[in-house]
């Protein structure tokens, strides 16, 4: 018997054969996975190879891995799909947290064990879910508005300072907590510190670029730019960089290789440093321990540590 792992892009399905399973169908676990969006950025890319070879080499495994490519009907016909296929276990990674919901609970209900990925669904969903897998999105905005602040006290602006905030897709859970976080701890660490406006981006460098520059004609005076991820952050750089507008500090999240590297250059200050390696094992992983009956915490975070030009050395460039 062979390990499947079907990949379910937007136009094709194309298929993977693994290493042989041993024992019989009883010793399988079959596990479906349906992604948010996994052409839209390199960590979704980087996530969906590092799944599928983390996969691939478990004996006991065998995967249905599917792309919802960013559309919540797509993503809830797939579970259905799952569903009916008879998976041990459900990975969803949500298209949106809210929309989901129901989809979740028919796999609830068919005794489907459901672990959420990387972004969790809305709380009205919690019973119908084993585990969150995952960062913790609104420690990461938080962290993300102390390294802010902590830069602006260096710079002594942290009493006249203002701050545009580019957030990711509207009604996604990732992008809803790490706005939280960050709107809710900057006030806390720098209270005379100014958001004077907030737009999304949409997870998108070419539209983060656009707001940024719109950003840029609207106000004179802007000391600093939160992004929800660095490709988003990078788009914001770039904007400034051809208007001519120096000294702004730019903290992101989910430190992306263009972040990283626009660290290195000194242009880009901060970011949270997130691995989708680490991400997708972690899911894959709580998946298994779910099925072998062990004690799974209902919020299974794994740490996404603060990174800025002063420590950047102490980490790894990412490969996504």
């Known amino acids: 018997m062979t390990i499947r792992t079907i990949l379910s892009a937007t136009t094709a399905a194309v298929a993977f054969a693994g290493a042989a399973i041993a024992g019989g169908h009883g010793d399988t676990m079959k596990i479906g996975i349906t992604q948010n969006n996994v052409g839209v950025d390199s960590y979704q890319t980087t996530y969906e190879k590092a799944f599928i070879e983390a996969a691939n080499a478990n004996d006991m495994v065998e995967t249905v891995v599917l792309d919802a490519g960013g559309d919540v009907a797509r993503q809830i016909a797939q579970v259905e799909d799952l569903i009916q296929q008879e998976v041990d276990a459900i990975i969803i990674w949500p298209t949106n947290g809210e929309a989901v919901i129901p989809a979740v609970r028919k796999a609830h209900q068919a005794g489907i064990p459901v672990i959420v990925t990387n972004s969790n669904i809305a709380e009205a969903g919690f019973d119908f879910v084993k585990s969150f897998s995952g960062p913790d999105n609104i ?146 992983q709580t998946a298994i321990d779910v099925l072998k009956g062990e004690d799974v915490p209902f919020l299974n975070y794994f740490d996404t540590p603060k990174i800025t030009q002063d420590n950047m050395d102490q980490f790894t460039k990412p490969v996504f």
Not at 170 to 199: H, M, S, W
Not at 203 to 223: G, T
Not at 242 to 266: L, P, Q
Request: proline share 3%; aromatic share 8%; glycine share 10%.
């Open 139 to 284: 420690t990461q905005g938080a962290r993300s508005a102390e390294i802010m602040c902590d830069k602006f006290k260096e710079m002594g602006v942290q009493d006249e300072a203002n701050v545009v905030h580019i957030t990711g897709q509207p009604g996604y859970t990732t992008a809803i907590e790490r706005a939280k976080g960050f709107e809710d701890r900057l006030p806390e660490v720098c209270p005379n510190v100014t958001v004077i406006d907030t737009q999304p981006g949409d997870w998108n460098r070419e539209k983060s670029q656009q707001v940024m520059e719109a950003f840029l004609v609207k106000y004179d005076d802007i000391d600093g730019v939160y992004a929800g991820d660095d490709n988003m952050g990078v788009g914001a750089l770039n904007a400034a960089k051809a208007a001519g507008r120096e000294g702004i500090i730019f903290v992101g999240a989910t430190n992306f290789a263009v972040g990283y590297e626009a660290m290195a250059a000194g242009d880009y200050w901060g970011s949270i440093y997130q691995s989708p390696v680490d991400d997708a094992k972690a899911a894959l």
